[in-house]
């Protein structure tokens, strides 16, 4: 299932790529990950450029490259409708599968940005196999499981949606609206430093002006937005993924608190799935002589993981939990 997963992920930044791409003008491979960044959309200098070469010499291929000159230019080659004829099998099942990973996961205004592009895909299907065909009965064979509850995207304004967007590609400062968990209104000017989803909700990473910690907002809870001509002072050492790393966004505050978390437990199948899908690499589990299985792991305090532990408690035969403060991911 991991593979599908990883398969759905590079399926969405492919569509990604071809939404940053114009039928009239070339754009280089910086100007292309900018526009990726500023849709929240996070990939290495080298694999977008790894993906734009596999996009330009696919068969068909759907995007041109200019290598007359540096940096290289991209562009369409084919017209969207033709795109979506040249669909393989394959690449419309797979489309199949983003779809259904999306579906609690964006926002609906968003969602449906991808809508006619997995109309054309189920279309594909439809007319190409029949539902007695291997390939068409696939797609009811796969499914996607959440590890938590399955909840519906909180409603984003496309309009303020549209000026974070624009403000991050731009780089500059925004001045918001923003309601607060305690419903409070307040107005703050910000310097936005990324947009990260964590399931079905969008956050805004930030600092406010005149302060030098960085902090997240839920995307809907901002109720107006401005973007200013000021450019944004983006942290020399700030990286969004070791700030994504060390938060649960909504299941802790602001001043992540680690721990380091001691368990005791007597099920081998619960010992088995946390060597396979561990914690973080800070995990270490010993077996006991008494048949038992110690865990250690440095991990972040929050509510998901009290959840955690309470949901498996009786499943995993856990009979001992401790909790030590630390400092951070290191102890």
Not at 37 to 56: D, F, N, P
Not at 68 to 81: E, I, L
Not at 147 to 154: G, Q, Y
Not at 170 to 196: C, M, T
């Amino acid at each position: 299932m991991s593979r599908n997963l990883d398969a759905c992920k590079q399926a969405m930044v492919y569509l990604e790529i071809l939404r940053c791409m114009s039928k009239h003008s070339k754009r280089t491979c910086e100007e292309i990950l900018n526009m990726l960044l500023a849709r929240g959309i996070h990939i290495e200098l080298l694999t977008l450029q790894r993906y734009l070469k596999k996009l330009s010499e696919s068969d068909p291929a759907y995007i041109e490259r200019d290598n007359s000159s540096k940096p290289f230019g991209y562009k369409f080659k084919t017209t969207a409708s033709s795109f979506v004829q040249n669909l393989t099998i394959e690449e419309s099942l797979l489309f199949k599968l983003v779809q259904e990973r999306l579906r609690y996961q964006l926002p609906s205004t968003l969602f449906k940005n991808f809508s006619p592009l997995f109309e054309m895909a189920q279309q594909k299907l439809d007319s190409n196999l029949g539902r007695a065909s291997r390939e068409g009965k696939w797609t009811n064979k796969v499914a996607i499981v959440p590890n938590s509850l399955p909840l519906m995207p909180p409603p984003v304004k496309p309009r303020i949606f549209e000026i974070v967007s624009q403000a991050l590609f731009e780089n500059r400062q925004l001045e918001i609206e923003y309601k607060n968990a305690k419903q409070d209104v307040k107005r703050h000017i910000v310097n936005p430093l990324g947009i990260v989803q964590q399931e079905p909700r969008l956050y805004l990473v930030c600092n406010f002006v005149g302060h030098d910690n960085e902090r997240h907002i839920a995307l809907h809870r901002i109720t107006e937005a401005i973007k200013l001509p000021n450019e944004a002072m983006i942290p020399p050492e700030f990286k969004i993924d070791e700030y994504v790393s060390g938060r649960h966004f909504n299941y802790s505050g602001d001043d992540p608190q680690f721990v380091r978390l001691t368990l005791v437990f007597s099920n081998p199948e619960t010992k088995l799935n946390l060597e396979e899908s561990p914690f973080n690499k800070t995990q270490h589990i010993e077996n006991q002589p008494d048949g038992r299985y110690k865990l250690t792991v440095i991990i972040e305090d929050s509510l998901l993981l009290d959840g955690w532990i309470k949901t498996w408690k009786e499943i995993a035969g856990i009979s001992f939990i401790e909790k030590v403060s630390v400092q951070n991911m290191e102890g």
